[in-house]
T-cell receptor
Framework: GENVEQHPSTLSVQEGDSAVIKCTYS??????FPWYKQELGKRPQLIID?????GEKKDQRIAVTLNKTAKHFSLHITETQPEDSAVYFC????????????FGTGTRLKVLA | EAGVAQSPRYKIIEKRQSVAFWCNPI?????LYWYQQILGQGPKLLIQ????????DSQLPKDRFSAERLKGVDSTLKIQPAKLEDSAVYLC?????????????FGSGTRLTVV
C-alpha cells in the first residue's frame, strides 16, 4: 500500500548549522510533496511544497529537493534558529488538494542555542 | 480568510462512551478531510468528503466511527463506543475545489483522551 518513510525520527543541531530530513514514498503516482511544521499542541502548518515537475524549490532558509527516479525527497533548513525547533512531517499525494496525503512519521528537530 | 474551525479543543471520556467532533471548513472549500494523529505519529486519513459525498473512507473503523457532511459544509465525526486506543488528536482539513492547487489547511484539532 501507499507508504512514506521519514528519517531521522529525532535530530539535534547547533544553532546556525543546517538540518536535513529525508523521506521516501512508495506510490509512483504521487506528484505533490508538502512539508508541515507542527509545534507542540498546535496544528500542522505548511512550510513548503514541491510538485513532481520540478527538482528543487527554495524559500529563504528552507529548501526541498525531489528525486522522482529514486522516489525520495528531502527538506533542508539552513542557518537554523531556536524557533525552528518543532516536529516536521513530510507527505506525498497524487494531488495538492483533492487526494489524501500520506504522511511520514515525523522528525523532532531540536535546535540548540 | 477564516481558518478551519474545530470544536471542542479537548475531550476526556471513559471507554465505551460516545463522543462527537465538529468541523467547519474554510468557506467555499469543497473537499474536507478528517485525520487521526496518535501521539508520536503522522496524521492518518480517516475519511475524505467531496461536497457531501464520501470519496475515501477505507481507513475508517466503521464499526465504531461515523462521519457526515450534510449540505456539503460542516462535518461531524462520531465515535461510539470509544476505546482506549482512540486517544489521539483528530484533525480536520479542507481544500479548494478541483483545479485549484493551493494545498489544504488544517484546523487546530480536537485532543481526545479515553480513560
Amino acid at each position: 500500500g501507499e507508504n512514506v518513510e521519514q528519517h531521522p525520527s529525532t535530530l539535534s543541531v547547533q544553532e546556525g548549522d543546517s538540518a536535513v530530513i529525508k523521506c521516501t514514498y512508495s506510490d509512483s503516482a504521487s506528484n505533490y510533496f508538502p512539508w508541515y511544521k507542527q509545534e507542540l499542541g498546535k496544528r500542522p502548518q505548511l512550510i513548503i511544497d514541491i510538485r513532481s515537475n520540478v527538482g528543487e524549490k527554495k524559500d529563504q532558509r528552507i529548501a526541498v529537493t525531489l528525486n522522482k527516479t529514486a522516489k525520495h525527497f528531502s527538506l533542508h533548513i539552513t542557518e537554523t534558529q531556536p524557533e525552528d525547533s518543532a516536529v516536521y512531517f513530510c507527505a506525498a499525494s497524487r494531488s495538492s488538494g483533492t487526494y489524501k496525503y500520506i504522511f511520514g512519521t515525523g522528525t523532532r528537530l531540536k535546535v540548540l542555542a | 480568510e477564516a481558518g478551519v474551525a474545530q470544536s471542542p479543543r479537548y475531550k476526556i471520556i471513559e471507554k465505551r462512551q460516545s463522543v462527537a467532533f465538529w468541523c467547519n471548513p474554510i468557506s467555499g472549500h469543497a473537499t474536507l478531510y478528517w485525520y487521526q494523529q496518535i501521539l508520536g505519529q503522522g496524521p492518518k486519513l480517516l475519511i475524505q468528503f467531496q461536497n457531501n459525498g464520501v470519496v475515501d473512507d477505507s481507513q475508517l473503523p466503521k464499526d465504531r466511527f461515523s462521519a457526515e457532511r450534510l449540505k456539503g459544509v460542516d462535518s461531524t465525526l462520531k465515535i461510539q463506543p470509544a476505546k482506549l486506543e482512540d486517544s489521539a488528536v483528530y484533525l480536520c482539513a479542507s481544500s479548494p475545489s478541483i483545479g485549484q492547487d493551493d494545498g489544504y489547511t488544517f484546523g487546530s484539532g480536537t485532543r481526545l483522551t479515553v480513560v
